[in-house]
């Protein structure tokens, strides 16, 4: 099984370039943003939607009962930002994505959020400078493939830190897969054993 990651650059973008091809509804979103990074952010979401699905099938994007976006007649798909990126994970099975860009991690916050084994496993490896992002985006990528966003709390389950091992939560296993791009961490979580990600930078050009 292949998930496709589509990423997009907020520096790509001019002066918003693109922003008439949003939905009016995500346009409005993105103009109650008063910070630039912000809308900058909005807007690549948006455009990676109308890339991957075509404008009329992005417009049909509804929120579910938990407040998640879902295609009525699929396929799933989440979205991340963080820093630059804006990331779109596209499956046809259940899955989750998170981006996080590599900055400064504070022990108070893993103390609160990572089990006594990961931060164990953390402990290990403060060496590295992505250890952190890498238990955060697992947990978070598999919060968001559930669906259920911070009300599962990160600190009530496990994951291992490793590839191609099944994590199991709320009844179903997940299996993680890691990449670091230009400073940040980005991880996807789905159901079943995944081949690989394919990843594709998007650029403002590139949507129609």
């Not at 346009?27 to 952010?41: G, I, N, P, T, V």
């Not at 049909?60 to 007649?73: A, R, S």
């Not at 599962?152 to 830190?161: A, D, N, R, V």
């Not at 179903?172 to 897969?177: E, G, I, V």
Request: charged share 30%.
């Amino acid at each position: 099984m292949t998930m496709d990651v589509y990423i997009f650059d907020i520096n790509s973008i001019g002066e918003l370039q693109g922003k008439e091809l949003l939905t009016q509804e995500r346009r409005s979103r993105m103009e109650r943003y008063l910070r630039k990074a912000d809308q900058a952010r909005c807007l690549g979401a948006g455009l990676l939607l109308r890339y991957a699905f075509g404008e009329e099938r992005a417009a049909q994007i509804l929120p579910d009962d938990l407040g998640k976006p879902y295609l009525p007649e699929g396929p799933y798909f989440n979205l991340s930002h963080s820093g630059d990126k804006v990331v779109l994970l596209v499956s046809d099975r259940p899955s989750g994505v998170d981006i996080e860009q590599i900055s400064p991690w504070s022990r108070a916050v893993a103390s609160r959020v990572f089990t006594q084994k990961e931060q164990a496993w953390l402990n290990a490896h403060e060496e590295e400078d992505s250890a952190f992002f890498r238990l955060w985006t697992a947990k978070e990528a598999v919060m968001k493939a559930l669906g259920l966003g911070f009300r599962l709390h990160p600190e009530s389950f496990e994951i291992s830190p490793e590839e191609d091992i099944p994590n199991p939560v709320e009844g179903s296993n997940w299996y993680l897969q890691w990449r670091k791009i230009e400073g940040h961490m980005l991880c996807c979580a789905v159901d079943i054993p995944s081949e690989e990600i394919c990843i594709r930078e998007i650029f403002p050009e590139d949507v129609r």
